[in-house]
């Protein structure tokens, strides 16, 4: 293997974090486009401490659980970025059409990586280019709700685009996804995601739970892909309804995820919070407006740190029309 794909893989599989350095099993960090794992598109799951399936609702469900999408009642648009680690970026447009009482969901998600020092198997410094890492997700879902929305089904299907260097791999995979609110405060949820060829995509499953009230949500998920060790989240939304601000719902998120520590941040602010040592807690915010000029409107926002490879960062922007 050329001495410039080791540098890229060996970074990008430190950027990603998710994969433990032991081995599991004999299929441990065996597939490709681990990206797929990366929380992008979702500032509120990535807050949640990646505890959403059993929430997931509006174009944001189409990245974590397409059974979510069957809510929607009319049509949504959301375009979120995320600034990852090691400049890894990633841009994602989502688009939901009703049709009926079934739901239509595109999404659009390109992600790159730049500012590599690429070297020859003596060490020298070679020209880089532009963007040795560049992934793109297409895909399409669709969703519908039964018995009053009770049980929400939903499917995905996607193409995977993974390029290094200049190496270039492409892949079709799928997700199937359901959400059972067994009553008004108490809902379950499960996702199968990146179905296909367990060589080209990290193939995992979701289950997960929630209690709802008005004025606060606790969720739990559980993951576990097959080339790495399960895992699990926690996440607390604290809601301030629209109707008490007068002006827009305003939500606070915080969450736990099991994910390895990596290192020991140097920024002042989280060594002043004690968030230095650790790549588990996350936070964030949401704000929905039902009549901003007439339309629909959020903004959501989320913040994970992670020790000494930096902060992760996510913001989205959404509109009802």
């Not at 447009?93 to 049709?99: D, F, G, K, N, R």
Request: aromatic fraction near 12%.
């Amino acid at each position: 293997m050329n001495i410039k794909i080791k540098l890229l893989a060996a970074c990008l599989i430190a950027g990603l974090v998710h994969a433990p350095a032991y081995a599991i099993d004999d299929w441990a960090g065996t597939s490709g486009s681990q990206f797929l794992k990366i929380d992008a598109g979702s500032p509120r799951a990535q807050a949640l401490g990646n505890a959403y399936v059993s929430v997931a609702d509006g174009p944001e469900a189409l990245f974590w659980n397409p059974a979510g999408a069957a809510s929607a009642t009319s049509r949504e648009l959301q375009f979120s970025y995320l600034a990852y680690l090691q400049g890894y970026k990633a841009r994602t447009l989502a688009y939901l059409q009703p049709l009926g009482k079934t739901i239509l969901g595109v999404t659009l998600n390109y992600m790159d990586m730049g500012g590599f020092d690429y070297r020859d198997e003596w060490g020298n410094l070679q020209w880089s280019g532009a963007n040795p890492v560049q992934n793109f997700v297409g895909s399409v879902s669709l969703a519908r709700g039964f018995f009053d929305q009770k049980l929400q089904i939903g499917g995905t299907a996607k193409y995977v685009n993974e390029k290094l260097d200049t190496n270039r791999y492409t892949s079709v995979g799928f997700d199937v996804g359901a959400k059972l609110r067994l009553v008004n405060w108490l809902g379950l949820g499960g996702a199968l995601v990146n179905i296909g060829d367990r060589e080209d995509m990290p193939q995992g499953l979701r289950l997960g739970a929630d209690i709802n009230t008005r004025y606060f949500t606790i969720s739990g998920e559980w993951m576990d892909y097959e080339d790495d060790d399960s895992r699990y989240g926690i996440g607390l939304e604290v809601h301030i309804p629209e109707d008490l601000l007068s002006v827009a719902r305003f939500d606070l998120r915080v969450g736990y995820y099991t994910r390895d520590n990596t290192g020991i941040s140097e920024s002042s602010t989280l060594q002043s919070l004690g968030l230095d040592e650790t790549s588990k807690v996350s936070f964030g915010f949401g704000i929905y407006s039902s009549e901003l000029f007439g339309y629909g409107a959020s903004i959501d926002y989320a913040v994970t740190p992670f020790g000494a490879l930096g902060t992760s960062q996510q913001i989205a922007v959404g509109i009802q029309f």
